[in-house]
């Protein structure tokens, strides 16, 4: 397979197609094998993924150290091909209570130099604030970001999360590469104001949550079980009747998947690719064979009819509850 590239907007670099979300190789989806973890990332490299996305927070640093093994045990060519995507500023307790966002000037410059150092690496491609901080205005966190690409510490500088407002104030103080946001059949938010904002400042999405962790990957089964240190065991879309509607609209999106021969993940996959050659999807596969099932959704094609069919499935606004508990969309700059 030849992997397609898309631009992370007009300043950003070339990326592949799909990029890997690691995310969940560090504990937010229960435990994950780290030879496994680390087996992924190669065979994604190898695929031609050269778009690997973490956060610093993810198990508190681990990810990162995660990753710089899977990068230090590559082989050079691979390694050389690989693109960071960090996410800073969660403030997080020992027992990963969340206790907010800090993207004050000295603070990003320390976070990143953290994030320099567990990762393994001189410079870091795309540097972006996990949320918006309301106390620091989007210019001074971008700003700070600025300055580290001018250092060289950083290639490109990304949002996560945020509003229409808020990317323009930080795309008029420096260029801006992409949005990092959920993005899926269930998750269509972004249609409504942000993304026609994005494409008016050439700025791209690199959506996350394109399964809805899993939700419409076609593997979850009623009356499912999720461990507490699981994200979806507190996730309102998980849990009771939201769980059972949800699974129906699933069942629904089988039937498309099964006339064209694909799987549901593929087909949800899929379906975010066709969303515009300016959206990246991030995978957050944690091993090779659920890597492997989303490296395919680059083979399927929608045709109009199909587009059709999917959307009569799973509507917008179909899906029955938030995407995060209360607390946590309080927070997202994206939802006010």
Known sequence: ????????????????????????MSGMYGEADRAESIATIHAALEAGVTL????DFYGMGHNELLIAEALRTAPAA??????????FGAHRGPDGEWLGYDARPAAVKTWAAYSLQRLGVDHIDVYRPARLDPNVPIEETVGAIAELVEQGYVRHIGLSEVGAETIRRAA????IADLQIEY?????????????????????????????????SGHV?????????DFRAHSPRFQGDNLQHNLTLV????KIAEQKGVSVAQIAIAWVLSRGEDIVPLVGARTRKRLGEALGALDVTLDAADLAAIEAAVPADAAAGERYAPAQMAMLDSER
């Open 1 to 24: 397979m030849t992997m397609r590239t898309r631009s992370l907007g007009t300043t950003g670099p070339q990326v592949s197609a799909l990029g890997l979300g690691c995310m969940g």
């Open 184 to 216: 899926a059949l269930i998750s269509r938010g972004p249609e409504r104001e942000i993304l026609p904002t994005l494409r008016e400042l050439g700025i791209s999405v690199t959506a996350y949550g394109v399964l809805s962790r899993g939700l419409i």
């Open 172 to 175: 008029a103080t420096a260029p």
């Open 221 to 229: 089964t009623p009356g499912q079980g999720f461990a507490a240190n």
């Open 78 to 87: 691979l390694r050389q091909n690989a693109l960071t995507s960090v996410k």
């Open 52 to 55: 690997l996305d973490t956060g």
């Open 251 to 254: 069942e629904s999106l089988r």
